[in-house]
Every structure is written in C-alpha cells, then in structure tokens.
C-alpha cells in the first residue's frame, strides 16, 4: 500500500481502515465543524460509511484514477488529502483536503498540500495541479496560496452546500 513519509512528524498513507477508524472518529465529533465548507460530512453517518468510501477509493487508486490518503501526524490519522480526481491524458489533478480543527494552525495542511504538489509533479507526471474552495473559506485559501497556487478565477453557483448555494474560487499551479 501507498504511503510516504514527508518529513518527522507527518506521512501520506491511503486510506486503510485503521485510517479510516480514526479519521471517522473525528468527523463524527466535528460535523457541525466541518460541515461549513464541505457537503459529505452529513453523510458520513457511521464508520461502514466510511470505510466503504475508504475501500473504493483504494481501488480508484489501483485504477489511476484519484488517490486519497490519510494524513497521519505523529502516527494518528487527522484528516485527508489527496487528488480526488486524476485525468491522465491531460495531465492534470484536483486536489482535495480536509483536517480535523484541534490539528490546524501547526502548518500541517500547508506541508502536505506542498508535497502532494511535488509528488504529483515528479512521480505521477502531471502538467497541472487544481483546487478550489468556497468563497470565504480563508483557512482554506491560506493553504493554497501558501502552496503556490495562482487564483485562476471564480465559478458561480458551483455548490450547494447543505442549501446553500456557494461560489468557487479556482486556483491551478503548473509544473
């Protein structure tokens, strides 16, 4: 199985289920938390819920398709992140992330969004790495632009965020 040691404190591995345990365990806590900015926590209603994401996405990994991984900090899973979507014949990802709040502000999001960058530059052959928030999502738009990524517009009504609906701000970094 996948997994990358980024530096002392903090690794990228897939999401197994012991990741996955662990990860649940925080949702489950953080819904109301989490669920400003992201639309499938709601969902997420127990740890089969979870895992069956968890076991799919390892066979969309196999496939080449995404690759979501368990952030791992000091050996406890704390959120996820990875590239939700990988389109090969353009050379291209969306990344996608999340972290548990008592983990934010330790620059951990920064450094792993940083390393994915590299590893999808270096190992996968990407040309083009995306991502995207919803606007007013600072936490999120610090990480991005501490990662490198350039603003490349806004999409309007791109979300319905639990009867919301919210706008987009689109960020890309190329190699």
Same mark, same amino acid.
């Given at each position: ?5 980024? !530096?002392?404190? *903090?690794? $990228?591995?897939? *999401?197994? /289920? ?19 900015? *992201? ?6 209603? %127990?740890? !089969?819920? $979870? =895992? ?15 690759? +979501?991984?368990?952030? @791992?900090?000091?050996?406890?899973? @704390?959120?996820?992140?990875?590239? =939700?979507?990988?389109? /090969?014949? $353009?050379?291209?990802? *969306?990344?996608?992330?999340? $972290?548990? %709040? ?28 995306? +991502? ?6 600072? /936490?999120?738009?610090? @990480? ?9 517009? &806004? ?10 609906? &919210? ?9």
């Amino acid at each position: 199985m996948f997994s990358v040691r980024i !530096d002392d404190e *903090l690794e $990228l591995a897939l *999401l197994v /289920p012991k990741y996955a345990r662990q990860n649940y365990d925080i949702i489950a806590a953080e819904q109301d938390y989490l669920n400003q900015w *992201l639309h499938w926590p709601k969902d997420t209603k %127990s740890y !089969d819920d $979870l =895992n069956k994401f968890a076991v799919e996405s390892i066979k969309e990994f196999a496939d080449g398709k995404s690759m +979501t991984c368990a952030i @791992v900090y000091n050996g406890a899973a @704390v959120g996820c992140c990875g590239f =939700n979507s990988i389109t /090969p014949t $353009l050379k291209k990802a *969306l990344i996608g992330y999340w $972290l548990g %709040s008592e983990f934010q502000g330790k620059g951990i999001m920064t450094r792993v969004v940083k390393f994915l960058i590299q590893y999808g530059f270096d190992e996968l052959g990407l040309e083009k790495i995306e +991502t995207a928030h919803a606007v007013g999502n600072v /936490p999120s738009q610090k @990480v991005i632009l501490a990662a490198g990524f350039e603003q490349e517009g &806004v999409i309007k009504n791109a979300e319905n965020l639990h009867g919301k609906i &919210v706008d987009h701000v689109i960020y890309g970094i190329c190699k």
